[in-house]
């Protein structure tokens, strides 16, 4: 099995640790902002099946993506773990994301590894992967967290491998 390298980037929001650390803890909120959602269901208090219809051109099947919260640490840290299948495939994802009061709002480094994949996602994740963290998901994810506005980033968002400058 091939091993890839965590990607990483880092986000600035318009808003405090407490306000960020809420929607990215309320698995209900979270899941609205997934690109392709066709349905949601809690199946505990720190988990939620989704169905998605992805928008990749390469996987034309519905997955089944179970969202849990692995660790959190009220306003500092969050670790997410998306385990996903379809009909030939399946992955799972661990993303730990730090908050840090920067100014009157958050910084948030986030780490996503992948830690599983199998399929014919296995055949082209690699080089999809390092393309899908730049295509606008994590602007999809900041916008619907902003609500009310408050919590936006200001800024250019800058992805990058872990270990790279």
Aim: glycine share 10%.
């Amino acid at each position: 099995m091939a091993t890839h390298e965590p990607f990483s980037g880092t986000e600035l929001l318009d808003a405090p640790p407490a306000k960020a650390f809420a929607f990215l803890t309320d698995l209900d909120a979270l899941s609205k902002v997934v690109p392709g959602m066709v349905s949601a269901t809690r199946t505990g208090p720190d988990s939620v099946l989704c169905q998605v219809k992805p928008g990749f051109s390469f996987i034309r099947t519905t997955l089944k993506m179970t969202f849990t919260l692995v660790e959190k640490r009220p306003d500092e840290h969050v670790t997410i773990r998306v385990d996903a299948t379809g009909i030939g495939t399946a992955f799972s994802v661990e993303t730990k994301m730090d908050l840090v009061p920067h100014g009157t709002g958050t910084q948030m480094a986030w780490t996503a590894t992948i830690v599983k994949m199998s399929g014919l996602v296995s055949a082209v994740g690699h080089h999809h992967h390092s393309r899908r963290r730049r295509s606008g998901d994590q602007g999809r994810l900041r916008r619907a967290a902003q609500g009310d506005g408050e919590l936006r980033r200001p800024g250019r968002y800058a992805p990058r491998h872990a270990g790279s400058s």
